[in-house]
């Protein structure tokens, strides 16, 4: 079993849609959190952090982390057809946190306009 | 201006070269990570240096060897490439080793005929 579990997708809604994407892990020392988007041919980019437990919000997005349940999402709202690109969950954190993040494999979502 | 800026962008090679790919970041940030994404978009560590000091060094052979000549510069030389080397190579850094988040590079894809 990986560490991160994030379905793949793809995942195709229509311009406008509320999108929900999910990631469940298993390492209960994980405290930060993150999500990351990435265009085709480009780098990961950093969208949401959350340390521990809680939302954050951040113009159409949207992150959740329930670590009694070992589970995060990123939500978008009004989704817009320059969303699409693939979302990957990321997560560090023990007590030993050198830094390391451990991936998702990352959904790919499109947006259709 | 470039955060981080990695290069070659495109590297295509056959079995057995050697080949380099460098690696810097004007972000002023103290560590900075290799990870390689495969072809199924899955992202994952290889290495991390804090102040040129090595820090993470996850189960890669040998033949990879990182080298870090000041804090802004992580390169990544490569002996005896092989064709299952063949991948996306990112560049990340990070203010300081634990909790900060990471940035990336937009990668060097590596083709080993």
């Known amino acids: 079993q990986k560490e991160v579990e994030q379905d793949p997708g793809p995942l195709s809604v229509p311009e406008g849609a509320i999108v929900s994407l999910n990631c469940t892990y298993s390492n209960s020392a994980f405290q930060y959190f993150m999500w990351y988007r990435q265009y085709s041919r480009k780098g990961p980019e950093l969208l949401m952090y959350t340390y521990s437990s809680g939302n954050k919000e951040d113009g159409r997005f949207t992150a959740q982390v329930d670590k009694s349940s070992k589970y995060i999402s990123l939500f978008i709202r009004d989704s817009q057809p320059s969303d699409s690109a693939t979302y990957l969950c990321a997560m560090s954190g023990g007590s030993s946190n050198t830094g390391k993040l451990i991936f998702g494999q990352g959904t790919t979502l499109q947006v259709k306009p | 201006d470039t955060a981080v800026s990695q290069t070659p962008k495109y590297l295509v090679t056959q079995m057995g070269n050697d080949k380099s790919i460098k690696c810097e970041q004007n972000?002023?940030?103290?560590?900075m990570y290799w990870y390689k994404q495969d072809s199924k978009k899955f992202l994952k560590i290889m290495f991390s240096?804090?102040?040129?000091?090595?820090?993470i060094n996850e189960t890669v052979p040998n033949r990879f060897s990182p080298k870090s000549p000041d804090k802004a510069h992580l390169n990544l030389h490569i002996n005896s490439l092989e064709l299952g080397d063949s991948a996306v190579y990112f560049c990340?850094?990070?203010?300081?080793?634990?909790?900060?988040?990471?940035?990336f590079g937009n990668g060097t894809r590596l083709t080993v005929t």
């Open positions: 240096y804090n102040n040129k000091e090595l820090i």
């Open positions: 990340a850094s990070s203010n300081f080793v634990g909790e900060s988040p990471l940035h």
């Open positions: 972000l002023g940030h103290d560590t």
